[in-house]
């Protein structure tokens, strides 16, 4: 039974806006850090806490009343410049801010809030009598490991695709045997409409995050949000299920619809008069005319409906600098948070589920990316440690840059402990470049750890980053130089309602691949084709590619040798999909494949012409090869050759 019995609307309104309203007011502490007597931010914080205040004091939510009462009591002091900031103080007032966050995923489940902690209540009454924060001991809570939220989902075993497309079809029923569902769902999305000059969200300058002295005793908030997933601290505990909108961008959708219902008039008039038998030059050109218009509309119409789901990744980022704050005060470093491209904007669904990805690497870039002041001072380095988080799109696709200048990555380290943790053995340690090596840290159990901390050393951070960003259709790419820092470069599509594919054909039967992986398209000619260590391998620019044949990957046997290359780059290497022939270019809506998953599929389509066309998950399909398919198309090619 709900405890807010008829409010449950107000609720929701008061839950999505404070929330918002409260992860600005955790930049702006991070930001008054810095500037402890800017009192215009003070008071912009100060309207924050009143806001909430207000909001839980009409529910009747009196715990967070009391807290917000305190902490606004706290803020009066500091404009009066009756108390001085210190970092005690601020760790203080953020334990408040996390606490009013936890009391937000209660009130989410329709629940009343406990009160909150009293090492905590007794710490800001002790800050506004002019005693010492940290005079208060406070033990942090169990930490819960983050392996545990999203291990890898098992993987199910190869499809029959004879099978799988028998069942398509509807001719029989498709094996379930090897087959289940793995795809989610995006949620359904409710809109919330703004008005124009509400449309534009507040979005935080460049944050620059500066940490002072290590932490005192008083660590009610880091022990609250560091250490256990932004899902279940930072968000609600039910997925966000509404989205603003501005109205400008509605009446765009409207006025196309109108011109669509228009055209659809005209053709209706034009179809009438064809089948009345007025065949004439002028009827068929005014219904190619028809036709053409037509298809911009819903061009248009398409884009514009895109942009209602797209927001500001900011809204994201702005998380951000309290988590990287808390992090580095805890381990005792000096680190600058610089975040740019804020309002870059990504499908909101996206925006989900890059939240955990995110927090891995921005607490991996601080705790394992960034040295120690001893150790920057030894080596020539400023104090202060940079990490840059930034967002830009290009061309259809976004890319988000997470970087710092510490200490860089070592492959040989990495080769190294892959053989000692035995994810590898001494021989793939060997054949392994600098660049594949990197590659390694997102293997399931790689940690250069020795010693597990309540911060890393699992092993399961950068591999929950890589399967999260595979689900979204992107790929991650690292960048490191020993001694002076490393670069995570993560490419996603703008939306994931629309894909760009490149349809491609093998024994008669199309196939989409995507196209943020096609570099180019060659003509495969045997003469080319030389063998290498067993597998087939084509020199193109002076790199020397490995050859997969589509068929065989996909387990069909071969009715022509390949006639065309698709030069394809993956997150690992790049390589060339040996195929038949080529449809082209398009963009398609992925539909999931209802009760069966096989695996290499991401989904299915339907082309111009009403068939069924797969669209290949490549990163699962070269993951699950057998080791002697690329051997088979070797041995087609190579006996050919000579």
């Given at each position: 039974m709900s405890d807010f019995g008829g409010m449950e609307d107000l609720l929701q309104d008061f839950l999505t806006e404070s929330s918002e309203l409260l992860s600005e007011v955790d930049n702006k502490?991070?930001?008054l850090e810095k500037r402890p007597n800017d009192r215009a931010l003070l008071n912009?914080?100060?309207?924050?806490?009143?806001?909430?205040k207000g909001g839980a004091g009409f529910l009747n939510v009196d715990p967070m009343v009391s807290l917000c009462h305190?902490?606004?009591?706290l803020f009066d002091k500091l404009r009066n410049g009756e108390i001085t900031l210190t970092p005690e103080i601020m760790d203080a007032i953020l334990a408040a801010t996390g606490v009013v966050r936890d009391m937000f995923g209660a009130m989410s489940q329709a629940r009343q809030p406990a009160p909150a902690d009293q090492h905590l209540l007794q710490a800001l009454d002790n800050v506004l009598e002019g005693k010492s924060a940290a005079a208060v001991s406070h033990e942090p809570p169990p930490v819960k490991p983050v392996a545990e939220e999203r291990a890898p989902l098992p993987q199910p075993g190869s499809p029959d695709w004879n099978q799988l497309y028998d069942g398509l079809l509807g001719t029989t029923t498709a094996s379930s045997h090897n087959a289940r569902e793995e795809q989610r769902p995006s949620p359904a999305l409710s809109v919330e409409i703004l008005e124009p000059e509400e449309a534009e969200p507040?979005?935080?300058?460049?944050?620059r995050q500066v940490v002072a002295d290590p932490m005192s005793a008083l660590k009610p908030a880091p022990a609250a949000t560091l250490n256990k997933p932004a899902t279940s601290s930072q968000q609600l505990s039910a997925p966000e299920t509404t989205i603003r909108i501005d109205t400008v961008r509605?009446?765009?959708?409207l006025n196309l619809s109108g011109e669509i219902g228009l055209t659809k008039n005209r053709l209706t008039t034009l179809r009438s008069d064809i089948m009345a038998g007025k065949m004439d030059s002028a009827t068929l050109k005014s219904m190619d005319e028809a036709i053409g218009q037509l298809d911009l509309l819903v061009g248009d119409l398409q884009n514009a409906v895109m942009k209602t789901r797209m927001q500001p990744i900011g809204r994201l980022f702005q998380k951000y600098p309290r988590l990287a704050r808390d992090l580095a005060r805890q381990l005792g470093k000096d680190v600058e948070l610089v975040i740019t491209g804020e309002e870059t904007e990504l499908d909101k669904t996206m925006l989900e589920d890059l939240n955990d990805p995110l927090v891995h690497l921005v607490r991996n870039a601080v705790d394992h990316g960034i040295e120690t002041a001893d150790e920057r001072a030894a080596s020539g380095k400023s104090s202060k440690a940079i990490v840059e988080l930034s967002a830009t799109q290009v061309g259809d696709h976004i890319l988000i840059e997470i970087t710092d200048d510490g200490r860089g990555m070592r492959p040989d380290v990495i080769r190294r402990k892959a053989v000692e943790k035995g994810l590898i053995d001494v021989e793939t340690a060997n054949s392994l470049d600098d660049k594949q090596s990197l590659q390694l840290i997102f293997l399931p159990g790689f940690s250069t750890k020795d010693q597990i901390s309540s911060v890393s050393g699992r092993g399961v951070g950068m591999d929950v980053v890589k399967t999260n960003i595979q689900r979204l259709n992107g790929r991650i790419d690292i960048q490191s130089i020993v001694g002076e820092g490393s670069r995570f470069t993560i490419s996603l599509p703008l939306t994931l309602a629309i894909l760009p594919v490149l349809v491609v054909k093998v024994c008669d039967q199309p196939f989409a691949v995507p196209l943020a992986m096609v570099r180019e398209i060659i003509t495969i000619r045997q003469d080319q084709v030389q063998e290498v260590s067993g597998r087939a391998t084509i020199v193109v620019r002076d790199e020397i590619l490995s050859v997969r044949s589509l068929a065989h990957l996909i387990g069909w046997q071969e009715t022509q040798l390949p006639q065309f290359g698709v030069l394809m780059q993956s997150a690992e290497h790049s390589f060339i999909l040996a195929v038949d022939s080529f449809i082209g270019r398009d963009d398609v809506v992925i539909k999931p494949l209802q009760n069966i998953r096989p695996k290499g599929i991401a989904g299915a389509t339907l082309s111009g012409d009403g068939s069924i066309v797969l669209v290949l998950d490549m990163e699962d399909l070269l993951?699950?090869?057998?080791?002697?398919?690329?051997a088979i198309m070797t041995s087609r090619l190579v006996e050919q050759t000579y």
């Open positions: 502490l991070v930001e912009d914080i100060f309207r924050g806490f009143h806001t909430i305190r902490t606004e009591n507040q979005v935080a300058a460049p944050v509605l009446d765009q959708v993951a699950s090869a057998h080791a002697d398919n690329s």
